[in-house]
């Protein structure tokens, strides 16, 4: 029996529309994820620092950092603003 390796079966997934949405929706999560942490670190701030600027509790910048799934856009205001950042959303 010949094994197919995790790329393989990956880019055979990627063939089925509905995995590839799930797949091109956790990679922009990611993303987002990866953008608020950024945001905060080049700010030189601590995620206490952020939760203060913002009038929250420190775990809740954590849960926010690795978990944006439920994070609604004004929050995501509050924290680029505690941040020091403005941003944009485009359509794409």
Known sequence: MKYKTLAQVHDEAMQDPAYREAWD?????????????????EAGLTSAQVAARMGIKPPTI??????????????????????GVSFKLERI
């Open 25 to 41: 929706a956790e990679e922009e999560l990611d993303r987002l994820q990866q953008t608020l942490k950024s945001w905060r670190v």
């Open 62 to 83: 954590s849960r926010m950092e690795n978990n944006a799934t439920k994070m609604s856009y004004e929050t995501l205001l509050r924290y680029a603003h505690a941040c």
